[in-house]
């Protein structure tokens, strides 16, 4: 006899039970195939990298919170994003790959997250990016939306906004009105719909900008109304800024393209409060928002870059994309009750139960309906019918084929609905043009 | 200026390029979906568990194999096989499961094997398993070669035979013509193809067998012929062993089912030299060769066990199930030259190749193709023709969609075969049809 060890996992990993794993799977291969659709190609990297790899742009909250360890004498870590990867397979491959490089990634990674709900330490990311040899169209910044636009359409977890910026605008406006610290400024204004206005203000005082100052800060994070108006309103600030005149105009461009991509209007939306961390993003910005759930915040960002893999390589490698953070927002769907579990628990289509000595007519039925692309299991224990029954009812199936000796002697199946008990005799032609 | 970290990645990981990548993807498709055909439900485990949990069974090499680290002051570990976290899966969420528990369950395993040609420390293991609650039907047995042989026949990897033994025949012929040490008897037959009947004849000796139990036991692994041949040969020995009547007749079942699921005599052996390790498996074990690679090995192995999860309940939960090593397979398969690398290097169909000011009519027609289930992507890069036909030469695609303002005004686009170079003009509709 063995010692019993108490089964458990790890706080801070998600592990779901069939029914969810089946409505996750769904999730994620609609995000893969709307991925695939567009042509993006697979990538498939190594979960653990050496540490210099992973490391060599350092620093900040990634360092604290990366899985480290060394085996024999070799420092490796398990990745923390999947963007370092690519730069690194980038790099690694650059010579074999075809520019403009189009890949996806699906696929775990670890942060060592401080243990709390709803925060995980492995969770799924869901990535594409675009990666130029040199240079980069600007179209691809305007094709990204139509991507993020499809694939919540096809989830349909209720209305949604992507929402647009650009970093050049931020920086150039910020650079032109004031001389305080602009980080501390984006940090303070990307706050406006959680503290309010007035609070904003205070900060931004705090911070040291001048009244007037703070004045045209806000006036200008307060411009609203539809793209178009947004993009009158921004050209009537008349700043003399070249980086805020370049941003403008990239940000004018995808506006105008992503209307070819047919993204309706009510999807998509300039909004000059987002920016996207500090340091990465070098043009256009993207957030998505749930409308009826703002509170779960951006469920696919991304934006521009300049340099994709400067740690790697002297190639200069710009690229855009976004992140779809699957675990955290199915567990943020769930909590929201908005994830319509799947009725069924299992792959089978039907469950096909014997009764009697009619195992080899079963199982040949078992092959007909897979030949014609029915996924279909057979009860093969020994047992009650009302627990052959309760088997089927449990998996959420609808349907159940049973087979006794006459329907053996008379080469047909009886298809019973599990929902309303209804039950016919059908040939297993029938059966199968019924199921398909 | 930032110093370059040279790109690399750690030894005994596999990294793929795009084309072999989507190969790759393709074969890890096809194991998956004959999976789902058959009704096994997914199940995705963390990578990560507690080290009680995964030594929970401890000893030998899987401990000095294991990656196991601390955080904070958990001592955790990577899953080195996808067996041990089914078991604790199962033992921690029987209330939740429906027995019999159809899983599979296709994800990444790590063990830090020496460095060498052909070993992966990071490698897809592809698993299926069928577990009661209690007992488990010996039907359950025969079905797993019909998978086996569904995948393979897809795989198209040349002819391969499924081959069968079981281990209560081994353990009752062995306990009743021997007193020496059966493992060691074991692990010398397990080795007949590779050194021969005379050196097995000595390995014997030494073991201690005597000269009359060393020609038994070389005339039961020679028994060859049919599958009903072989079976009628085990029946003539007249061993009064329970074990080994109790082992004959599982056998004799699970050959007579076999049939039924179509499994052709081509296809599947009785090969009494099989063993598969020595304490895990206690009826049916399988192992699969390609024929015309038997160096590979087997390529889905896996077998019969009494109690998965032992360490972690008192449950009994006796299981059937298979592995297929899917990164060793493509290695050796690539290496053999056997991997037909895919035509393309993309998930696109068509490349859409625009010429002059025709960009949103090219973003229109590719989101006509993609509303019918063509995947597409389109060069947006500024560049010389040359150069946008030589991107989709290199994608391995096989047909482009060229628009310029000709095209644009009739309302057509022409279609050019990038292999034969020939061109024809179509509408929209044609194209679609055309590629569909």
Redesign the interface.
């Known amino acids: 006899m ?9 706080p801070g ?6 029914k969810e ?2 409505e ?2 769904r999730i994620k291969d609609i995000i893969k195939e709307t ?16 540490s ?2 992973l490391l ?1 742009k350092g620093g900040g909250e990634t360092e604290k919170q990366i ?1 480290r ?1 060394t ?2 004498d ?1 420092d ?1 870590s398990l990745r923390f994003d999947l963007t370092v990867p690519l730069a ?2 980038v ?3 650059s010579e ?3 520019f ?1 490089f ?2 996806y990634h699906i696929g ?1 990674v ?1 942060r ?1 997250e401080r243990n709390q709900r709803g925060r995980f330490r ?1 969770f799924y990311q869901c990535d594409i990016d675009i990666i ?1 040899n040199g ?3 600007i ?2 910044d305007a ?1 990204i939306p139509s991507i993020i636009y ?1 694939i919540f359409k096809k989830l349909d977890f209720g209305p949604f906004t992507i929402r647009i910026n650009n970093r050049k605008i931020l920086n150039g406006f910020f650079n032109q009105v004031t001389k305080s610290d602009k980080g501390a400024i984006l940090r303070t204004i990307d706050k406006l719909d959680k503290i309010g206005e007035t609070k904003v203000k205070e900060e931004l005082k705090e911070i040291g900008a001048y009244d007037a100052e703070i004045e045209r800060i806000l006036d200008f994070i307060s411009i609203k109304g539809s793209n178009d108006e947004v993009l009158g309103s921004l050209k009537n600030l008349n700043i003399e800024n070249e980086e805020f005149i370049k941003g403008l105009e990239e940000l004018s461009l995808v506006v105008h ?1 992503i209307k ?3 993204v309706p209007e009510d999807n998509f939306k300039i909004d000059l409060t987002i920016a996207r961390g500090l340091d990465y993003y070098t043009g256009t910005i993207y957030e998505t928002t749930l409308n009826e759930y703002p509170g779960i915040g951006s469920v696919c960002s991304g934006g521009r870059y300049d340099n994709l ?6 190639a200069k490698l710009p690229g855009v994309g976004i992140s779809i953070g699957l675990t955290r927002l199915f567990y943020q769907l769930t909590e929201a009750g908005f994830i319509k579990e799947g009725k069924s ?4 289509k039907v ?1 096909i139960i014997p009764m009697g000595d009619v ?2 007519y079963s ?2 039925t078992a ?1 007909r309906l ?1 030949e014609n ?1 029915i ?4 009860y ?3 047992a009650k019918a009302k627990k052959k029954f309760s ?1 089927g009812d ?2 959420g199936l609808e349907y159940a084929i049973i087979i006794g000796e006459e329907e053996k002697e008379n080469k047909v199946v009886s298809l019973k609905n599990l929902k309303t008990g209804d039950q016919v005799k059908l040939s297993i032609e029938q059966v199968i043009s019924k199921l398909r």
């Open positions: 063995n010692n019993i060890v108490k089964p458990s996992i790890l990993f998600m592990e779901l039970l069939p794993q089946i996750f799977n991925y695939e659709m567009y042509g993006f190609i697979p990538v498939d990297t190594p979960l653990i990298e050496k210099e790899i060599a899985y360890f085996k024999g070799t490796m690194r397979y790099a690694l491959h074999n790959l075809n403009p189009r890949r775990k670890y060592g492995e130029g240079e980069l169209s179209i691809n094709e499809s393209y070819g991509f047919n893999a400067e740690y790697y390589t002297k628990s299992t792959t089978s469950l195992m080899e199982i040949d092959g897979r692309n996924s279909c299991e057979i093969f224990e020994e088997y449990k998996l």
